[in-house]
């Protein structure tokens, strides 16, 4: 079992960053992809990033392309989502999930073997 906890979901102005992280337990990361999602008020919960499971590819949703960087620190058994210039239509509930080798267009998919609880953000205008 991998036991995920995401952290660093605050209330923002609209261009300011933040970094999510997602701490995991149980096992470590290292073959696991990772995917960070989002669910705003009302709609359903949307990919947001991926990472390979080997680090070596990453993928984003066109709508935080250029403005949100995944990345992983395997050592601390971490993953993290930096989110620059953020906008209201930011949002939302953030999950980070893991899935076991998986490559990120399978995690876009989100067929996930394990979820967090989430952390939201939200950002002003």
């Known amino acids: 079992q991998v036991q995920l906890v995401e952290s660093g979901g605050r209330l923002v102005q609209a261009g300011a960053s933040l970094r999510l992280s997602c701490a995991a337990s149980?096992?470590?990361?290292?073959?696991?992809?990772m995917g960070w999602f989002r669910q705003a008020p009302g709609k359903e919960r949307a990919f947001v990033a991926a990472i390979s499971w080997s680090g070596g590819t990453t993928d984003y949703a066109d709508s935080v392309k250029g403005r949100f960087t995944i990345s992983r620190d395997n050592v601390k058994n971490t993953v993290y989502l930096q989110m620059d210039s953020l906008k209201p239509e930011d949002t939302a509930v953030y999950y980070c999930?893991?899935?076991?080798?998986?490559?990120?267009?399978?995690?876009?998919?989100?067929?996930?073997?394990?979820w967090g609880k989430g952390t939201l953000v939200t950002v002003s205008s």
């Open positions: 149980g096992r470590s990361l290292s073959v696991y992809g």
């Open positions: 999930a893991a899935g076991l080798l998986k490559m990120t267009a399978a995690i876009k998919g989100g067929a996930m073997d394990y």
